[in-house]
C-alpha cells in the first residue's frame, strides 16, 4: 500500500461508533431525550432570565425607578419638604386602596410622570372619570380583561389598559409580608380628575423620593450604594426629627415590591444551575458505567488491539466519542428547544408570578456555554477519570479477561437463606457499583419527587395551622388607641423590630405585648423577670437559636437596640415574633401606662372609626402567603416530580440493563441447566427489585434531611418563616415512585431475559 | 541475529505463594524464520511469548529485536514497539463484532507506516468474498483468517501466534497453517507459534521444546515439511 492509499485509511475504529449508536439504541435515545429536554429547560430558563432581567434592570433607568418612599398620616409640612429637598426631589405619590370584595383590594394611583412612571402593556391610560388600568397580573388572576366594568369600593369603573408598575414589579401590599399576593392585591391607576373624588376620604400620603442633581451634585444612578444609603438615613433622621408623621419609611434597596423580582431572578438561576450539572454527573456515571460494561464485554478485543500497538489513549478516546457525541448533539438540540419552545414556558412562569413590564428576547452566550460547553466538560472529565481507571490495565490482563482489581478478595459469607436468596444476593454483591450509582440516582431523584411532592401540602398544612392558631379572627392595629365596649375585643400592644444579629437578613419581628390572663393567649407562658422573652418557634428555626440564648433587635427607624433573652418558646406559625406582657412592653418601649394600639377579636369591630384604624388583618390577610406560594410553586411541582418518575425509571433500566448484560453468558447457561425464563427473570430481575426497594427505603430519611437543609437555605432568604413540615403521605408518595419505576422497568428487563439465547453462554466460551 | 532471548526469568504470585514459570530461557531466532516453541500446559510457553510480545515483563533476562532491548523500553516505547514491529495472532479470534472483515483488517493497517495493500491480502486470505460480511456470519476458520490479515497487514517484522489453530478442525487448521507459511514466505516476516501439537514442529525452522519453564529440547530443522503434509 502506497503512501496515498495509507493516507485514506481513517481510524476504522469510528465506524463503529455509528454501530453501537444503533446497536444501543434504546439506552442513547433515553439518554439524548433526557439530556435534551433538561437542558432544552435550563436553555430557555437561562435566555428568558436573562432577557426579563435585562428588561427589569432597564426598568429602573427607564422608567425612573424611584430612590425610596415614605409615607406620612397626613401631608408633608413646607419645611420638612424643603429640609428633604436639600438631599432628593419628593414627589406625591398619593394613593387609596378599595376593595373589590372581602378578600380583594386595589391600591390607586393617579398617573405617575416622573418616577415610577407607567408600564401600558395593552391599551391605554384612563383619561375620564370612573375609568381604571389595572395591573395585567392581578387582572390575569380576576379574570378582567380590557372593555369589562369593576366595582371598587362600590364604584364602577371601565378598565382602559392593562399596566405594570416598576415599583411593584412583585405585588407586595406591605413591604414586611412574607410574600407577595398577586391574587388579593393588586395596584390600578386613574385619571387626575377621579383621583381628586378620593381625596374627601381616606387617602395614604405617600411620597417618592429621587435623590437629585442640583448644585454640582452627582446624579443618583452615579452614586455608590453607600453614598445613596447615608442620604437615604439623612432623609429618614429629618422626617423623625421634624416629627413629620412617619409611617412607613422604605429605601429602594430594601423595598420588596420593587427587588423581590430580581432577587428571585437570581436565586431561580442558581438552582437550575445546581439542578443541571447534577443531573450530568449522574448521568455521566451512568454512560461510563454502562461503558465500562461494553469494555469488560470487549475485553479480549481490547486485549488484542493493545497488544498489537493501539495506545491506552486511542482506546479511551475511542470509547468516550459516544457520551460526548450524544451529550453534545442532546446539548444542541436542547438549546434550539430552550431558544424555541421552553423559552416561552419560563416567561409565562415569571409573567404569572410577576407584574414585570415589556421584554425582548437577547441571545445569550452564557447560556449556551453553561448549556453545552460545560456539560461536555462535566461529560469528558467523568468518563475520563472513570474509563481511564478500567482501560490503564495491561493488555495481558484484557486477554484474560481478568479485570477484577481486588482479585484477592474472599467471598462473601451469607447466611443460611434459600438458595434463590443467596443467588439474588450472590447478583447484588457482584454488581455492587452499579447497586451503588443506582441509589445515588433513586436518592437524586427521591429528593426532586419529594421537592416536588412536599411543597403543597406544606403550604396547606401552614394555612390550616394558622388559621387554627388564629388569635382572634380580626386583628385591628391602631393609630392611637381607642376604647370600645365590645366583650370580644381584648387589648393588645403590637409593634415591629427589626433583627439585629449578624450574618442574618433583616428580617421584621412582631412583638406584642399581650395581656395578663389573655382570653387569646390563654396558653403562653409568658416571663416575668425584666429581661426574658417568649419567642415564636419560628425565630428559633429561623436564626438558629434555642432558649437561653439571647437574640437582639432593634428598631427600624430609631436604630435603638434591644436584647432579650430567650426564656421560652410559643407555637405561632404566623411567623416571628416576639411575646411579652403589656406592662412589660410598656416599660421597655417607655410607653404610657394605658397605652395599647391593638385589638384581637373574633368578631368585626365596626364601632371604630375606620380612620383611626391602621390595619385591619383577617383570615385572608393571613393565608395570603401561602394562597401565593400555593399560585407560584403550583404548576412546578407536579411538573417537578414527574421528572423525577422518568429520571427514576431511566437510572433504574440502564443500570438493570447493564446487570443483564453483564450476566448474559450465566443467565444463559442457568437456561441450560432447566431454569424456565420466569425463574430467571425472578433471580435477575429481583434482584434489582431488592436494590432499588433498599435504595428507596434508604434515600426516604437521607432525602427528608437534605431537603431540611435545602429548604432552610430557600426559606431564609424570605422575610418571615414557614416550617420545614413533610406530610407523611408525601414519604409513602415518594417510595411509590420508585416502586413504579421498577416495575416499569422490569417489564422490560423480562423481555431481554426472556430473549437471551442459550447459546450465549457456549458462544463466550469459544471465545 | 534477529530475536535473541538471554537467561529470561518470570515467577507469579499465587496468595502467598510464588510461581516460577520462567527458569533462565534462552535461544535466537534469526530474521524470516519460523520457530514453534512446543510444549504441555503450565511449561511457560504462553508467559514467553507475552513477554517477547512486550505485553508481559520478565523478572530478569533480556530480549533484544533486531537490535533493540525490550527490557529498557517504558510503557510508551513498549506500545511503540508493538506498533510498528508486532503482529498478534490468538487462539480466539478476538474480532471487533460490528467491523466488517475489511474493517477488521483496516485496524491493523491503520497503526502501521507501510502497511501491504488490504484488497491484495484479502485475497491471499481467501476472503474476498467475505470482505463486506460481519464476524458472526463467518466459520471460525474464516473468522482466524480475519486475525491473521489483521497482524499481518501491518507489515510486521514479527508476527506471534498463540495456539492460531488450537479451536479449529483439522482441515481448517492446515488451511491456516498453510496460510502463515504464505504470508512468512511473501513477506518475510519471523513466526514464533506456541503450540501443544506436536506435528506442527515439522513446519518449523527452529524448535524448542519447553517443560517447566526450561528448554528441553532445542533444533534446527534442516528441511521444513509443507503443511500441507503434516498430519495428526
Known amino acids: 500500500m502506497n503512501q496515498k492509499q495509507k493516507n485514506r485509511i481513517k481510524n476504522p475504529l469510528h465506524k463503529r461508533i455509528a454501530r453501537e449508536l444503533k446497536q444501543e439504541l434504546g439506552k442513547n435515545i433515553a439518554i439524548f431525550i433526557f439530556i435534551a429536554a433538561t437542558i432544552g429547560f435550563i436553555s430557555g430558563f437561562y435566555v428568558a432570565d436573562n432577557s426579563m432581567r435585562a428588561a427589569y434592570d432597564g426598568s429602573f433607568e427607564k422608567y425612573n425607578i424611584e430612590d425610596g418612599n415614605f409615607e406620612l398620616d397626613k401631608e408633608i409640612s413646607d419645611e420638612v419638604k424643603e429640609k428633604i429637598e436639600e438631599y432628593a426631589n419628593i414627589y406625591e405619590n398619593f394613593y387609596v386602596e378599595k376593595e373589590i370584595d372581602d378578600q380583594r383590594k386595589v391600591r390607586i394611583f393617579t398617573d405617575r410622570k416622573e418616577v415610577n412612571r407607567v408600564c401600558v402593556i395593552d391599551g391605554k391610560l384612563p383619561d375620564e372619570k370612573n375609568q381604571i388600568a389595572l395591573d395585567r397580573l392581578f387582572s390575569q388572576k380576576s379574570n378582567l380583561k380590557i372593555g369589562d366594568m369593576v366595582t371598587l369600593g362600590g364604584t364602577d369603573y371601565k378598565i382602559t389598559g392593562m399596566i405594570a408598575l416598576p415599583d411593584y414589579s412583585a405585588l407586595f401590599s406591605d413591604n414586611n409580608d412574607l410574600m407577595f399576593d398577586a391574587t388579593h392585591f393588586g395596584v390600578g391607576i386613574v385619571s387626575e380628575d377621579q383621583f381628586e373624588t378620593y381625596k374627601s376620604g381616606k387617602v395614604f400620603y405617600s411620597y417618592s423620593w429621587k435623590i437629585h442633581a442640583e448644585d454640582g451634585r452627582k446624579k443618583s444612578n452615579d452614586l455608590t450604594d453607600e453614598q445613596k444609603e447615608k442620604i437615604n438615613e439623612e432623609i429618614k433622621n429629618t422626617l423623625i426629627e421634624e416629627n413629620a408623621g412617619i409611617v412607613n419609611f422604605v429605601a429602594e434597596p430594601d423595598n420588596q415590591a420593587i427587588h423581590f423580582t430580581g432577587n428571585d431572578m437570581g436565586s431561580d438561576k442558581s438552582m437550575v444551575t445546581v439542578l443541571l450539572y447534577v443531573i450530568i454527573v449522574i448521568l455521566a456515571f451512568i454512560f461510563a458505567i454502562t461503558t465500562i460494561s461494553t469494555i469488560d464485554k470487549e475485553s479480549a478485543v481490547i486485549g488484542t488491539l493493545r497488544a498489537s500497538g493501539y495506545t491506552k489513549g486511542e482506546m479511551l478516546r475511542h470509547y468516550m466519542v459516544l457520551p460526548i457525541m450524544v451529550t453534545l448533539i442532546a446539548s444542541i438540540v436542547g438549546n434550539i428547544l430552550g431558544y424555541t419552545v421552553f423559552k416561552f414556558m419560563v416567561v409565562d412562569m415569571y409573567y404569572n408570578s410577576y407584574s414585570l413590564t415589556t421584554y425582548e428576547t437577547l441571545w445569550n452566550a452564557d447560556a449556551f456555554i453553561m448549556t453545552t460547553i460545560i456539560p461536555a466538560i462535566v461529560m469528558i472529565i467523568v468518563n475520563l477519570l472513570v474509563l481511564n481507571s478500567r482501560l490503564k490495565l495491561s493488555p495481558l490482563k484484557f486477554l484474560r479477561h481478568d479485570l477484577k482489581k481486588n482479585k484477592n478478595s474472599k467471598a462473601l459469607k451469607l447466611p443460611p437463606f434459600s438458595f434463590m436468596m443467596r443467588f439474588k444476593l450472590r447478583i447484588i454483591i457482584q454488581n455492587m457499583p452499579n447497586y451503588i450509582m443506582l441509589f445515588v440516582g433513586i436518592l437524586f431523584a427521591g429528593i426532586l419527587a419529594l421537592f416536588g411532592l412536599m411543597m403543597i401540602p406544606l403550604l396547606n398544612h401552614n394555612g390550616d395551622e394558622i388559621i387554627n392558631n388564629m388569635k382572634g379572627n380580626y386583628q385591628y392595629i391602631l393609630k392611637m388607641p381607642v376604647e370600645i365596649d365590645n366583650e370580644n375585643a381584648e387589648k393588645c400592644i403590637m409593634g415591629s423590630l427589626v433583627n439585629d444579629m449578624k450574618g442574618t437578613r433583616k428580617d421584621e419581628i412582631t412583638v406584642y405585648g399581650i395581656e395578663k390572663k389573655s382570653k387569646y393567649f390563654s396558653d403562653i407562658k409568658l416571663m416575668d423577670d425584666a429581661k426574658s422573652v417568649v419567642v415564636s418557634e419560628a425565630v428559633l428555626e429561623k436564626y438558629k437559636l434555642k432558649v437561653g440564648d439571647k437574640i437582639k433587635v432593634k428598631s427600624e427607624f430609631t436604630d435603638t437596640g434591644y436584647e432579650f433573652v430567650i426564656g421560652d418558646s410559643y407555637y405561632y406559625p404566623q411567623g416571628l415574633a416576639i411575646f411579652m406582657n403589656s406592662d412589660r412592653y410598656r416599660e421597655v418601649f417607655e410607653l404610657d401606662k394605658d397605652f395599647f394600639n391593638a385589638y384581637l377579636s373574633d368578631e368585626k369591630l365596626d364601632e371604630i372609626d375606620e380612620h383611626l384604624i391602621l390595619t385591619k388583618i383577617t383570615r385572608t390577610d393571613m393565608l395570603k402567603v401561602t394562597s401565593q406560594l400555593n399560585d407560584s410553586f403550583g404548576g412546578m411541582m407536579p411538573m417537578l416530580a414527574g421528572f423525577a418518575v422518568l429520571m427514576s425509571v431511566l437510572i433504574i433500566y440502564l443500570l438493570s440493563k447493564v446487570v443483564i448484560e453483564k450476566n448474559t453468558g450465566a443467565i444463559s447457561m442457568v437456561k441450560i441447566l432447566g431454569y424456565s425464563d420466569r425463574e430467571v427473570s425472578r433471580l435477575y430481575v429481583t434482584a434489582t427489585g431488592i436494590a432499588a426497594f433498599l435504595s428507596a427505603v434508604i434515600s426516604i430519611p437521607i432525602s427528608y434531611y437534605v431537603m431540611k437543609e435545602l429548604y432552610y437555605m430557600f426559606m431564609v432568604e424570605f422575610s418571615g418563616w414557614v416550617s420545614y413540615y413533610v406530610k407523611p403521605i408525601v414519604f409513602v408518595q415518594v417510595f411509590a415512585l420508585t416502586v413504579v419505576s421498577y416495575v416499569i422497568v422490569a417489564a422490560f428487563l423480562y423481555q431481554k431475559i426472556r430473549k437471551i439465547p442459550m447459546n450465549q453462554a457456549l458462544k463466550n466460551v469459544e471465545l | ?232
Open chain 2, 1 to 232: 541475529m534477529f530475536l535473541k532471548v538471554e537467561n529470561l526469568e518470570k515467577s507469579y504470585k499465587t496468595g502467598d505463594s510464588s510461581v516460577k514459570v520462567l527458569k533462565g530461557i534462552s535461544f535466537e531466532v534469526e530474521k524470516g524464520k519460523i520457530c514453534v516453541l512446543l510444549g504441555a500446559s503450565g511449561s511457560g510457553k504462553s508467559t514467553l511469548l507475552n513477554i517477547i510480545g512486550g505485553i508481559d515483563t520478565a523478572d530478569a533476562g533480556t530480549i533484544i529485536i533486531d537490535g533493540d532491548k525490550l527490557e529498557k523500553m517504558n510503557e510508551k516505547a513498549t506500545s511503540l514497539y508493538r506498533r510498528n514491529h508486532l503482529g498478534y495472532i490468538f487462539q480466539a479470534y478476538n474480532l471487533i463484532p460490528n467491523l466488517t472483515v475489511k474493517e477488521n483488517i483496516e485496524v491493523g493497517a491503520y497503526l502501521s507506516k507501510s502497511p501491504l495493500d488490504i484488497d491484495d491480502l484479502i485475497k491471499t486470505l481467501g476472503l474476498w468474498e467475505h470482505k463486506d460480511k460481519m464476524p458472526n456470519q463467518l466459520s471460525g476458520g474464516q473468522q482466524q483468517r480475519t486475525a491473521i490479515g489483521r497482524a499481518v497487514v501491518k507489515n510486521p517484522d514479527l508476527l506471534l501466534c498463540d495456539e492460531p489453530t488450537g479451536a479449529l478442525d483439522y482441515n481448517t487448521s492446515k488451511e491456516i497453517l498453510a496460510l502463515l507459511e504464505e504470508v512468512n514466505e511473501k513477506y518475510q516476516c519471523t513466526i514464533i507459534m506456541v503450540t501443544h501439537n506436536d506435528a506442527l514442529k515439522q513446519m518449523a525452522d527452529k524448535v524448542i521444546k519447553l517443560r517447566d519453564g526450561q528448554i528441553r529440547k532445542e533444533y534446527v530443522n534442516e528441511v521444513r515439511t509443507k503443511s500441507q503434509d503434516l498430519d495428526w
